[in-house]
């Protein structure tokens, strides 16, 4: 199994930027992709961004242009939040998909607020 751990949240002005960390420790004999997704207090979960490869890479539309994830070797994934809006505060949750299955990180809260 792959234990998955979060950190970088935090309280951020509008227009601020933000890191988010995802560190990665288990087995994982392919590793298919990782990622983020969100959650706003009284919203669904909502995808923001995934990695594939380097080259392969998406996006929401709300955080397209503004938001950048990547990798640091195969057990480290960022998400480089940039230009922060008051929409974006939610709980970030980080994921990997491998081996056939998912694993969820517990979550970090970003706080966008003056």
């Known amino acids: 199994q792959v234990q998955l751990v979060e950190s970088g949240g935090g309280l951020v002005q509008p227009g601020g930027s933000l890191r988010l960390s995802c560190a990665a420790s288990?087995?994982?004999?392919?590793?298919?992709?990782m990622g983020w997704y969100r959650q706003a207090p009284g919203k669904e979960r909502e995808f923001v961004a995934e990695i594939i490869s380097a080259a392969i890479r998406n996006y929401a539309d709300s955080v397209k242009g503004r938001f950048t994830i990547f990798r640091d070797g195969a057990k480290n994934m960022f998400l480089q939040m940039n230009s922060l809006k008051s929409e974006d505060t939610a709980v970030y949750y980080c994921?990997?998909?491998?081996?056939?299955?998912?694993?969820w990180g517990k979550g970090t809260l970003v706080t966008v607020s003056s």
């Open positions: 994921y990997c998909r491998y081996d056939g299955m998912n694993s």
């Open positions: 288990g087995s994982i004999l392919s590793l298919n992709s």
